[in-house]
């Protein structure tokens, strides 16, 4: 959709959260290392958790171990590695693997060949690689075609860009699907979506969400399925925030007409 997007509304009611976290609830930095959200940020966000039952995950490329260190002191159920990874809101874990000669194997040849390509770097998941060229944005090409060439030879492993990132992950494994899981149960079940995201991999999020007719929301600029925008990881922080606030104030506007009832019963 175009870059003239609305910004999205101040919702309030029966909504279940899905956040992505690198670009869109903290600002992206030259290391994943250096990357934090605002204390007064994850505040909100328990907030908004507590207000609606529960329902409020982050879907990230990240393992849950990164996200539920960048989400302390609050934990919220999780799906990382794009979803290879997902804990629901009973802590219960939920893990794609891959055959542990396969990962060797993998780990052995991107080590070799990342080491041959200054400023890259390999982030081994577990179940999956991120091909890091942030800091060598010259070898795109060859980081790009090195997993090409890996995928391509295996019928286990598919190919995810992101921004200065190529991962190598299993098949079948996307934000789209983790995010059905989630809706799936409960307290997700049967709540309106609403995702926000910035990367192209939040575009999977994107076309569920719309299918369930929920508020798709992406961060930045760039062509995307979203329906909504927000101008930048500053932009989310404040929309959290009013949509905490607008939600504590229905809550507590519900809260007075109940007891205005109660009382005139009462009467």
């Known amino acids: 959709m175009a870059d003239t997007l609305a910004v999205p509304p101040v919702l309030s009611e029966n909504l279940a959260f899905f956040f992505d976290l690198d670009g869109t609830l903290a600002e992206i930095k030259p290391h994943p290392d250096q990357v934090a959200v605002p204390a007064d940020v994850l505040r909100a966000l328990h907030q908004l958790s507590e207000m609606n039952q529960g329902a409020l995950a982050l879907i990230s490329g990240r393992s849950m171990a990164e996200l539920d260190a ?3 002191p609050y934990r ?7 979803g290879a990874e997902r804990r ?3 802590g219960n874990t939920h893990i794609v693997t891959l055959p542990e000669a396969l990962i060797k194997s993998l780990h052995a040849r991107l080590s070799t060949a990342l080491s041959m390509l200054p400023g890259t770097e390999l982030e081994p998941k577990g179940m999956a690689f991120a091909l890091h060229y942030r800091q060598a944005p010259e070898h795109e090409q060859a980081i790009i075609s090195l997993a090409q060439s890996i995928v391509e030879a ?3 492993l598919a190919l995810q860009p992101g921004k200065c990132v190529v991962e190598i992950k299993p098949r079948g494994i996307n934000k789209g699907e983790a995010l059905v899981a989630f809706m799936a149960e409960a307290p997700f079940k049967g709540r309106t979506p609403v995702f926000v995201g ?3 991999t939040d575009e999977y999020g994107f076309n569920v969400v719309n299918e369930a007719g929920g508020v798709s929301i992406k961060v ?6 979203a329906k909504w925008r927000l101008a930048s990881v500053a932009s989310v922080w404040q929309w959290i925030t009013e949509v905490a606030n607008q939600q504590q104030q229905q809550i507590a506007n519900n809260n007075r007409r109940n007891h205005y ?3 005139s019963r009462s009467i």
């Open 261 to 263: 009832g109660s009382l």
């Open 70 to 72: 960048l989400a302390r």
């Open 220 to 225: 930045g600029l760039g062509e995307t399925a």
């Open 198 to 200: 910035d990367d192209l």
């Open 76 to 82: 919220f159920p999780l799906a990382g590695v794009h």
């Open 154 to 156: 295996s019928d286990r």
């Open 88 to 90: 629901d809101i009973h």
